[in-house]
């Protein structure tokens, strides 16, 4: 403990001198550029220190273990894809599709990691397979009435799901980086990261992004390095996980975590924020259709392995779209982030409300825009709305409500005059109120809680699908911590 604060105090303390230094001897121009990179430089070394000091407590490690063995359980579905199987045979990864355990499963995943065409083959299938599957429709609940409902964004998506309805939920994600699912409960961003395969993805959405906020020409061979290291580093961490079931709850873990541990380990955490990922206001994020599936059995390799041999043949996975848009980061103790990034919206975004209207516009533009397009496809989208930046963020509530609830009534038009059907929701009381209150200020809903009529999506009854959907078990997910879509008390 007393070598991790020492370690905070130490870093600080060089930072703060470093950036005296760079400030007093080099040219403005110059002074920008090593301002970033000693933030960056700083970022890492603190929190390192700072996630070797942190208790995680039950709830953290319930949510832990479900975003590791889910994971393993996406992993090993996607491995029974004939299409995977094959791709990997070709590069010598031999494996039996009707024999797949945990077993088999680490030594696959140990023999991708020693293989650097195996990576190339794994990030290519990643971009084009698909677990899900059309099924018939279930008898469809009653809607609830009214616009802004209070409740679980992730039940209300499940039952979307099960009804035949593709949802389009926004996760209200940290700018910067991926949040903190692999080891802790977190928020909205995290939850969903548990039930979509999403670390697996995420190197998808690596891009040169020093180069994008610049204009410049992106540097293809630097994201696919970025890619890799990537994905050697959290495959190595699962095949631990699968391993020793000691290991999920030890230190080594977040060693590994941060990058600080063995010579395996690396800080791709840190190094990949701000120049490999980052969720770019300019365009409201970026968006990922996914496989959705319920994580809460899943607490050790041996629920994984007894859920793989209940069916040879893939599970049919629910389908849902995530859109990872922000909202501002107000906190003064994030400056380090703010420094980092070479984004000047991303630079800013602790100041006015213009910023908060951006980022707000272009996460729900981006939401109605995948709903058009799985529209498009002959799917049944709805969309629903979460208000982001009221928690941890620190956004003023009734400014933040306002704005986003006008943008809705604006945009609901559109969304009436396609058929799609949307809905807000919320957890957290207190913003809940704040929602309603704004709704009827602004002439969205009347004092019943109804839509106005010239806002009014269409019904999804009107909208009804025709799939049958995945029905998942109903025992709630652990709250994530300091969020505004905080789940239900009772816990697994």
């Not at 953290?60 to 029974?80: D, M, P, T, V």
Request: net charge neutral.
């Amino acid at each position: 403990m007393l070598k991790n604060l020492w370690g905070i105090i130490k870093h600080a303390t060089m930072f703060t001198f470093q950036l005296a230094l760079a400030k007093a001897t080099l040219p403005p121009e110059d002074y920008v550029c090593a301002k970033k990179q000693l933030a960056r430089e700083a970022r890492k070394n603190i929190t390192q220190n700072i996630f070797q000091l942190r208790s995680f407590n039950k709830g953290n490690i319930e949510a832990r273990k479900q975003y590791w063995f889910g994971h393993a359980f996406f992993l090993i579905n996607i491995l029974k894809i004939p299409q995977v199987h094959d791709e990997l045979g070709k590069i010598g990864i031999i494996y039996n599709i009707n024999e797949l355990n945990i077993g088999t499963l680490i030594k696959v995943i140990k023999s991708i990691i020693d293989k650097d065409d195996a990576l190339d083959c794994l990030l290519n299938l990643l971009k084009t397979i698909n677990l899900t599957s059309p099924q018939q429709l279930q008898q469809p609940q009653q809607e609830q009435e009214g616009l802004i409902l209070r409740g679980d964004a992730f039940e209300f998506a499940k039952q979307q799901i099960d009804q035949g309805y593709v949802p389009v939920i926004n996760n209200a994600a940290n700018s910067n980086r991926d949040g903190v699912a692999k080891c802790a409960r977190g928020t909205l961003e995290e939850l969903f990261a548990r039930c979509t395969g999403a670390g697996l993805l995420m190197p998808l959405n690596f891009r040169d992004i020093e180069a994008i906020n610049l204009g410049l020409d992106e540097n293809q061979p630097q994201t696919i390095h970025y890619q890799k290291r990537y994905l050697i580093w959290f495959l190595t961490i699962l095949s631990k996980v699968l391993e020793s079931a000691a290991y999920i709850t030890s230190k080594d873990f977040i060693k590994d975590f941060c990058g600080c541990g063995s010579n395996s380990s690396d800080p791709i955490y840190f190094d990949m924020q701000n120049t490999a990922y980052e969720v770019r206001p300019e365009e409201g994020g970026f968006t990922e259709h996914c496989a959705f599936y319920d994580p809460r059995s899943f607490a050790s390799a041996e629920s994984v392995e007894a859920a793989t041999a209940q069916d040879q043949q893939p599970p049919k996975f629910g389908e849902i779209s995530i859109v990872s848009s922000a909202a501002p980061d107000r906190r003064r103790s994030q400056f380090l982030d703010r420094w980092a990034t070479s984004n000047t919206t991303l630079q800013n975004q602790d100041t006015g409300s213009d910023v908060l209207h951006l980022m707000l516009e272009n996460g729900i533009e981006r939401q109605i825009e995948e709903a058009q397009r799985l529209a498009k496809e002959g799917k049944r989208p709805y969309i629903i709305f979460v208000l982001p930046g009221c928690g941890t963020f620190g956004n003023n509530l009734q400014t933040t409500t306002e704005i986003f609830l006008k943008i809705i009534k604006e945009k609901a038009p559109k969304l009436q005059d396609q058929r799609i059907p949307f809905k807000v929701i919320e957890f957290n009381s207190t913003n809940h109120r704040a929602l309603v209150r704004a709704g009827i200020d602004i002439h969205l809903i009347n004092k019943n809680g109804q839509l106005i009529p010239s806002t009014a999506p269409a019904s999804p009854e009107a909208n009804a699908p025709t799939g049958n959907p995945h029905s998942t078990t109903t025992n709630p997910l652990p709250t994530p911590a300091g969020s505004s879509q905080q789940q239900p008390a009772q816990q697994p």
